[in-house]
């Protein structure tokens, strides 16, 4: 049995230090989410001091939406110091599938790193794991087969959890499916609740040792934010302020009533 608000309350309790290496255009929403959801948030891309900031920190976030060369060597050297240290690294996997770029850079970091969990929506796993996809800029357009058990054999395969985002979020380590039906169809109209999402993931895996289930319980928590957020805004800017609001005020009734796992 998967209890979200017995994790989220370990968050608020410990406020682990989550560090980012990640996407310029939504840096500002994932620090803002984190804090909402009781961890700390640090961003630290410098090659410099990358490694030393993951040393300190209880779960890494990779996300490689704005991409560069240099910003790859700062997560190899970021999250090889994490793998030392045996905490958490979430490989946010944006735009997997649409360039030679983001391709070739997601599997140097796969090959290259224990990536505890791996997330993308459904054309950046199929991409990752050699299925035909169409992903055009940062938005899944189409998979050919079952994405389903795509995941799971890709979960196998690299010995990871691997997270599938989507109107139902699929959540896999290759022996156990979650799915998640938490969320609202505003969560999509604003930029960032992507990379949100591999936030309060890496925020629930620092507290909780079993990532699927640690997975699963964060994208419940962060869809019944969005639910609450939704029912209180008039359009897309409201809605990411009221979002804010309620992650901050969620409690374990409100979860326990409308938690959507199964």
Known sequence: MIKPYDILKAIKERKPLIHHITNWVTIYDCANITRAFGALPVMAHAREEAAEMAGIASALV?????????????????????????????LDAVGAGATKLRTKST???????????????????????????????????GVKGDITEIAKELALKKKTVVVVTGKVDVITDGKRIFKVLNGDARMGSVVGTGCMSASIIASFCSVEKDHAKAAAAALCCFGIAGELAAKKSEGPGTFKEKFYDEASKLDEKGIETLKKIQ
């Open 62 to 90: 990779l996300n490689i939406g704005t991409l560069t060369p240099e910003l790859i060597d700062s997560m190899i050297v970021a999250g090889k110091k994490a793998n030392q240290k045996k905490i958490p690294i979430i």
């Open 107 to 141: 599997s140097k970091l796969m090959s290259r790193l224990r990536i505890d969990v791996v997330k993308g929506n459904a054309g950046e796993i199929a991409s990752i794991a050699g299925s035909e996809a169409e992903v055009r800029g940062v938005e899944s357009m």
